[in-house]
């Protein structure tokens, strides 16, 4: 099946640091979407973007629909210890509500 | 409390014995799905329902099998378990608005079969 190549696969950063992270597709998505899971849970939703170019921001996070509609990233200011966690990035194309997630992007952050 | 439930949260069955994970949400959503996860693979959807006896394939249907009778049940069905359906599996639901995407996921089924 499809699947998003999202990268990095993992991340280990310092505290205060900032983190980026991108989401690509050979496909046209209408709407991406960026969640996080922590271990155990499923995951929570973060971000969503609706339009072409749209950068969206939610506390220290942000992320840009890419022009093409074929990526998307991710960036996280000022890392936190509870930023750890994978961070998917999902896909939906148009007319469908058939999702398509990437395959994660592992972050650890070091006190 | 809004959520998504999903039952049994752990599972081990043998190959070929039918089992049932149901999912159930409180939020009256029209939408719902079902993931499996895997290790390196990230989320891929399995099947998902637009409504009441409405629903539909995703990425990876195969062995699957899924029932929507009530808005708020969701259950997935598993006629004869293979060991490649070891998985980690969520249930979604969300709204079904123009350009709303918010799915909430319970909190995953993790089943073995031997």
């Known amino acids: 099946g499809q699947q998003l190549n999202q990268s990095p696969q993992s991340m280990f950063i310092q505290e205060g640091e900032d983190v980026s992270m991108n989401c690509t597709s050979s496909?046209?998505?209408?709407?991406w979407l960026w969640y996080k899971q922590d271990p155990g849970e499923g995951p929570v939703l973060l971000i969503a973007?609706?339009?072409?170019?749209e950068l969206t921001s939610n506390g220290r996070l942000t992320a840009q629909f890419g022009i093409t509609r074929k990526d998307s990233f991710l960036n996280i200011s000022a890392s936190i210890p509870s930023d750890v966690g994978i961070y998917f990035c999902?896909?939906?194309?148009?007319?469908?509500?058939?999702?398509?997630f990437g395959t994660g992007t592992r972050l650890k952050v070091l006190a | 409390e809004a959520q998504v439930t999903q039952n049994p949260r752990y599972l081990i069955t043998v190959t070929g014995k039918k089992l049932t994970v149901t999912c159930s949400q409180n939020?009256?959503?029209?939408?719902m799905s079902w993931y499996r996860q895997d290790p390196g693979l990230g989320l891929r959807q399995i099947y998902y329902?637009?409504?009441?006896?409405?629903?539909d394939k995703g990425d990876v249907p195969e062995g699957y099998k899924v029932s929507r009778k009530e808005k708020r049940n969701f259950p997935l069905i598993l006629e004869s378990p293979s060991p490649n359906q070891t998985s980690l599996y969520f249930c979604?639901?969300?709204?079904?608005?123009?350009?709303?995407?918010?799915?909430?996921f319970g909190p995953g089924t993790r089943l073995t079969v031997l």
């Open positions: 329902s637009m409504n009441v006896e409405v629903t």
């Open positions: 999902a896909g939906a194309q148009g007319g469908t509500y058939k999702y398509i």
């Open positions: 973007l609706y339009k072409a170019g």
């Open positions: 979604a639901s969300s709204f079904l608005l123009a350009g709303y995407n918010e799915q909430f």
């Open positions: 496909s046209i998505f209408n709407t």
């Open positions: 939020m009256n959503h029209e939408y």
